[in-house]
């Protein structure tokens, strides 16, 4: 199966930063790649798909780049509704599956 | 408005067995591949199973492979997960997930079913 690791798992940070999320493959996985944010006690929501395509109805500051093997989900100005954690999924393969999360929470 | 609403969730013994179901509505249900996907407390996302539009292939995480059954019923738009021989490590909360078409990204969520194996 295809190994997803993010880094790093917890990241501090303040209303208005930049910030940067990666996610490595452990073989290439082209851009097959989608990012999930989730909110304490509800169920994730698709923020981008084939790696740098913004879904419907997420705001702009979100953005995904990156091919093969290493992937970035960038915020560019963190709001307060952005504290959560991130996942990246694989769906290169018939057996998708997960990094283990990235928790953004607040500085 | 696509909606997933799954039931069946509860306590079982370890060993035991039981049914998720998944009611879907809003979109044309027979047209799209299908995904369970679950979460034990505290922990991240595991990917469990998926079938595609027509029923005919499913694949399953080595985890549950032998043990977990999807299938669907697209007469009744309604996805399932039969589970048999639970383990402690199977409970979770379980989201049905609906694919981006067939193979891509998983665009929604039900808002998911708890599954506790306790003895």
């Known amino acids: 199966d295809i190994q997803m690791t993010q880094s790093p798992s917890t990241l501090s940070a303040s209303v208005g930063d930049r910030v940067t999320i990666t996610c490595r493959a452990s073989?290439?996985?082209?851009?097959?790649l989608a990012w999930y944010q989730q909110k304490s006690g509800k169920a994730p929501k698709l923020l981008i798909y084939?790696?740098?395509s913004l879904e419907s109805g997420v705001p702009l500051r979100f953005s995904g780049s990156g091919s093969g093997t290493e992937f970035t989900l960038t915020i560019s100005s963190l709001q307060p509704d952005d504290f959560a954690v991130y996942y990246c999924q694989q769906y290169n393969s018939y057996i998708r599956t997960f990094g283990q999360g990235t928790k953004v929470e607040i500085k | 408005e696509v909606q997933l609403v799954e039931s069946g969730g509860g306590l079982v013994q370890p060993g035991g067995s039981l049914r998720l179901s998944c009611a879907a509505s809003g979109f044309t249900f027979s047209a799209y591949w299908m995904h369970w996907v679950r979460q034990a407390p505290g922990k991240g996302l595991n990917w469990v199973s998926r079938i595609n539009s027509g029923g005919s292939e499913a694949i399953y995480a080595d985890s549950v492979k032998g043990r977990f059954t999807i299938s669907r019923d697209n007469a009744k738009n309604t996805l399932y997960l039969q589970m048999n021989s639970l383990r402690a490590e199977d409970t979770a909360v379980y989201y049905c997930?609906?694919?981006?078409?067939?193979?891509?990204?998983?665009?929604?969520w039900g808002q998911g079913t708890l599954v506790i194996v306790s003895s």
């Open positions: 997930v609906r694919d981006q078409g067939s193979g891509l990204s998983l665009n929604y």
């Open positions: 084939k790696a740098s």
């Open positions: 073989q290439s996985i082209s851009s097959w």
